[in-house]
């Protein structure tokens, strides 16, 4: 009883606090595909530590059956045939199939706490993967801010040198008409006179 005690506890308080962390990560993850594996990840996790505490409870049940078995089983007037070697040899037996699935269970546990830290290292990898995709969307969104910026100021510039060439032409046309009209007007008055 004492293992199987120390291997549901080693249970909980290996594979929950890993079940959180995982629902954490679930939350930071924004990518489909990812979020979808690490879902899934989860839910075998869980599945595989729904397992493990099932076989705890069911080889707990098993002793304690077997402990009620032996209770009743020592009320009971001993038969002709069952001596204390037979009793002893079959609680030895039930024993040893406990110690076994307790180490079936650990074996799991190991296997699954090795699973989980696989994961849990794909998950960083990924989130760091995101950190640097964040920081070069970041990084694109200052310089589109200073493209911006530039091309403002080249339309800007664009637009008053538009509207000096304008001015100009139209100071220039304003000339070449003062002239023709100086030539055309100016010498028809200077010859009548």
């Given at each position: 009883?004492k293992?199987l005690d120390k291997v549901?506890a080693?249970?909980k308080?290996?594979?929950?606090?890993?079940l959180?962390?995982y629902?954490m990560n679930?939350?930071?993850i924004?990518?489909?595909?990812?979020?979808?594996?690490g879902k899934?990840?989860?839910?075998?996790f869980?599945?595989?530590?729904?397992?493990a505490?099932?076989?705890?409870?069911k080889?707990?049940n098993?002793l304690?059956?077997?402990?009620?078995?032996a209770?009743?089983?020592s009320?009971?007037?001993k038969?002709?045939?069952a001596?204390?070697?037979?009793i002893?040899?079959?609680?030895?037996?039930?024993?040893?199939?406990?110690?076994d699935?307790?180490?079936?269970?650990?074996r799991t546990?190991a296997?699954?706490?090795?699973t989980a830290?696989n994961i849990?290292?794909k998950?960083?990898?990924?989130t760091?993967?995101?950190?640097v995709?964040?920081d070069?969307r970041?990084q694109?969104d200052?310089?589109m801010?200073r493209?911006?910026?530039?091309?403002n100021f080249f339309?800007?510039?664009?637009?008053?040198?538009?509207l000096m060439?304008c001015?100009?032409?139209?100071a220039?046309?304003?000339?070449?008409?003062?002239v023709?009209?100086?030539?055309?007007f100016?010498?028809s008055s200077?010859?009548?006179?």
């Amino acid at each position: 009883m004492k293992t199987l005690d120390k291997v549901e506890a080693e249970v909980k308080g290996v594979l929950d606090p890993r079940l959180r962390q995982y629902q954490m990560n679930l939350l930071s993850i924004s990518d489909e595909k990812e979020e979808a594996a690490g879902k899934k990840a989860y839910e075998e996790f869980a599945k595989r530590k729904e397992d493990a505490m099932a076989e705890v409870a069911k080889r707990r049940n098993e002793l304690t059956g077997v402990n009620s078995a032996a209770a009743e089983e020592s009320k009971k007037p001993k038969g002709p045939g069952a001596t204390l070697q037979q009793i002893d040899a079959h609680g030895t037996d039930v024993q040893n199939k406990s110690v076994d699935a307790a180490l079936r269970i650990q074996r799991t546990l190991a296997e699954d706490k090795k699973t989980a830290d696989n994961i849990i290292v794909k998950i960083e990898e990924n989130t760091e993967k995101l950190l640097v995709i964040e920081d070069a969307r970041e990084q694109m969104d200052s310089t589109m801010g200073r493209v911006k910026k530039h091309i403002n100021f080249f339309m800007r510039s664009l637009a008053s040198d538009k509207l000096m060439m304008c001015l100009i032409f139209t100071a220039l046309i304003g000339i070449v008409v003062a002239v023709v009209c100086y030539f055309i007007f100016g010498s028809s008055s200077s010859s009548s006179d």
